[in-house]
């Protein structure tokens, strides 16, 4: 099985994401006036399809004004540097065979692959 690691700009390792090669391989959210942002979908509180690792999820919601109204976002942050990785929504359920859950939307510009990390120390010569 493929799994794809992902650490904080700080180096802090803060996802695991077991079954998929890369940040590329998930879905986007695409919302009017939002760039498109990989995804995950969490299905329970403990999915086995992903570990998040040192790192907190708020207590309080951001709320962020949208064109279409408001949106409610519960931050995922760095233990070591506090700085935000994701932000999670309640999912609301649509019809009769959706169940309501939680989105991931990954900030892809906090988070450098395991590989990455590794490509630069070798050209560093550490």
Same mark, same amino acid.
């Given at each position: 099985?493929?799994?794809?690691?992902?650490?904080?700009?700080?180096?802090?390792?803060?996802?695991?994401?077991?079954?998929? +090669?890369?940040?590329?391989?998930?879905?986007?959210?695409?919302?009017?006036?939002?760039?498109?942002?990989?995804?995950?979908?969490?299905?329970?509180?403990?999915?086995?399809?992903?570990?998040?690792?040192?790192?907190?999820?708020?207590?309080?919601?951001?709320?962020?004004?949208?064109?279409?109204?408001?949106?409610?976002?519960?931050?995922?942050?760095?233990?070591?540097?506090?700085?935000?990785?994701?932000?999670?929504?309640?999912?609301?359920?649509?019809?009769?065979?959706?169940?309501?859950?939680?989105?991931?939307?990954?900030?892809?510009?906090?988070?450098?692959?395991?590989? +990455?990390?590794?490509?630069?120390?070798?050209?560093?010569?550490?």
């Amino acid at each position: 099985m493929l799994a794809e690691s992902y650490h904080c700009v700080c180096g802090t390792l803060v996802l695991v994401l077991p079954g998929y +090669a890369n940040l590329a391989e998930l879905p986007r959210r695409k919302a009017e006036g939002l760039q498109e942002t990989p995804i995950l979908v969490i299905k329970s509180d403990i999915d086995p399809q992903s570990a998040m690792l040192n790192s907190t999820l708020n207590k309080t919601a951001q709320v962020v004004r949208r064109p279409d109204g408001f949106e409610k976002r519960w931050l995922w942050r760095c233990n070591r540097c506090k700085i935000p990785w994701a932000y999670e929504l309640k999912v609301e359920q649509e019809s009769e065979n959706d169940s309501t859950g939680r989105m991931m939307c990954l900030l892809v510009d906090s988070l450098t692959s395991t590989e +990455a990390l590794k490509r630069a120390a070798d050209e560093s010569g550490d």
